[in-house]
């Protein structure tokens, strides 16, 4: 697995949690960030984006906005996604779905309430890729029905930090 080459942090993120780890990345990694975004919004109302993700079910793979760079140029993705109804939440499916990852690196990180991290879906999704060991960060606020609250994430940039020395990067 290699730890060199260039680097693009990617995430989705509904309440900005998975967005200040994955920024925090960024700045530690020196790397490219790109947040992928569905074009149809999800509520902004806690219980109802269950809701409504529960209705379209984990399969569901929602229209991206176009803001997809050039990929060819990258050779390490860290994947960052909130942990939904179990797996990753829709707009990483979509975006793992709709670009080949054949041959290039994938190191998986995960917010989650309870669930934990887990990546694969992932495998599935980008089966040529090498998967690296991932990291799941526990956001204290499971059912949270606010946003912006990463301190809820404990003290997530040490476990960042200790991650990325754990696989070399
Ligand atoms: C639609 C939806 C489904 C969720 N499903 C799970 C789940 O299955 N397991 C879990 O531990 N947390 C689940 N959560 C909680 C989120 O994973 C957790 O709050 C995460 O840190 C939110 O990240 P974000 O602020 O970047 O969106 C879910 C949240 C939402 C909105």
Known sequence: MSATGKKL???????????????????????????????KPYPPDYNACVREVGRAGKEFEPELIDNIPDLSEYDVFFIGSPCWWGTIANPVRTFLHQNDFAGKTIVPFMTHGTSGLHVGDIKILCPEARVHDGLGIFNSYQVSTKKNTPDNMGDYRSDIDRWLVRIGF
């Open 9 to 39: 942090v990617v995430y989705y993120s509904w309440g900005n949690n998975t967005k200040a780890a994955a920024e925090y990345l960024q700045q530690k990694l020196g790397a490219d960030i790109l947040q992928v975004q569905p074009k």
